[in-house]
């Protein structure tokens, strides 16, 4: 199907409209509804230029072809997306707006994503951004895009600020408990150190330096701790990053036995949280993972007790609602929005929250 089928069909819509790649994400936010518009058939990618530190790939191009690509030139996606077992497209990417360890250092899928192509509503094909950051006036829609769950159009292209593979990397490990982690990652957040990635679990403060040799090998011997050989560290950052390592698979088993793995957003200083049930934490405390079968209104007043908020990542029910629930003023900017790119309603309907 080409762009003018695409544009066509969603033309014609009245019913509710699913934009769906593999579905790799359909257990994140709340229940997919509507028929199934695949955007496999919109794969490649259609510009790449390494000097300029960019690349812009249609939206069903799988993640491993275009990092495949990106690799081939010593480059990557900075904010490492989660792969989920290998099926994610680039489209999906921006659509969740998940990102990896590194999101604390590098940035988000947001902070990366440089222009967008979409089908509104109407049909229409609209471009917004361009190729560098100063291309961008005014309202910035396509880091809109980046998690709004394909409400607003179907991402048909985006454009990507790509950047180089660190030249040394190296993995320490700390015995910390957590309260102890917390402490030591803000502290050394404020010193000159290439941290790019920390993340803490059942005792363990692991983070991972990346950088220029010499900074590399100078932090090594500034910070202490253990060192971990490449080839055990390796494994263990590919699999927090695509949530499919010891937490992750232990996770979705007490799921499955009716527990909630729920996804914390709070600033980085905030305190060890008392909450009954197992807990990770990354990106130096801002973002902490915690499994427990805690009834929903009372973890998030927890969380929101101390500025945060919080996601249900993974549930069998989602009756208590996969997102943070919005005040008035946010709801009626998030329905206005919505409206100005689907007047008709048909994308993706209640995927970020039911009421619209």
């Not at 989660?82 to 998940?98: E, H, K, N």
């Not at 947001?110 to 222009?115: F, N, P, V, W």
């Not at 943070?324 to 048909?346: E, Q, W």
Request: proline residues 6%; contains cysteine; glycine residues 12%.
């Amino acid at each position: 199907m080409n762009l003018a089928d695409l544009q066509h069909l969603i033309r014609e819509a009245r019913a509710p409209l699913r934009f769906t790649g593999h579905g790799s994400k359909d257990f994140y936010g709340e229940a997919p509804s509507g028929s199934p518009l695949s955007t496999l058939s919109l794969n490649g990618i259609t510009a790449y230029e390494p000097s300029e530190l960019y690349v812009s790939a249609l939206a069903g191009t799988p993640l491993a072809d275009l990092e495949e690509r990106l690799a081939q030139q010593r480059q990557r996606l900075a904010f490492e997306p989660p792969r989920f077992g290998g099926r994610g497209t680039v489209g999906g990417m921006v659509a969740a707006g998940l990102s990896g360890p590194t999101r604390a250092a590098l940035g988000s899928v947001r902070d990366h994503l440089l222009g967008a192509v979409l089908i509104d509503g109407r049909g229409e094909l609209l471009s917004f951004g361009g190729t560098v950051m100063k291309n961008v006036a005014g309202f910035d829609v396509s880091r809109a895009l980046a998690g709004s769950m394909g409400q607003l159009g179907l991402i048909t292209e985006v454009t990507l600020k790509v950047l180089p593979l660190p030249a040394a990397t190296a993995t320490l490990r700390f015995e910390f408990d957590q309260p102890a982690a917390l402490t030591a990652i803000n502290r050394w957040g404020g010193q000159p150190l290439p941290i790019e990635a920390s993340a803490w679990w059942d005792g363990a403060l692991l983070l991972r330096l990346a950088g220029a040799s010499a900074a590399v090998e100078a932090a090594t011997r500034q910070l202490g701790g253990d060192v971990i050989p490449a080839d055990m560290a390796t494994p263990f950052w590919t699999g927090l990053r695509d949530q499919s390592d010891e937490f992750f698979v232990g996770a979705e088993r007490a799921v499955a036995g009716g527990a909630r793995l729920w996804r914390l957003g709070l600033p980085s200083t905030a305190p060890a949280l008392k909450l009954h049930g197992e807990q990770l934490i990354e990106w130096g405390g801002a973002q902490r993972w915690v499994v427990t079968p805690m009834e929903p209104a009372a973890l998030r007043d927890a969380v929101a007790a101390v500025g945060g908020h919080a996601t249900l990542f993974r549930v069998q029910d989602k009756a208590c609602g996969a997102f943070a629930p919005l005040s008035a003023p946010l709801a009626a900017i998030h329905r206005r929005l919505k409206a100005s790119f689907d007047p008709h309603g048909v994308f993706n309907p209640g995927r970020l929250y039911t009421q619209f």
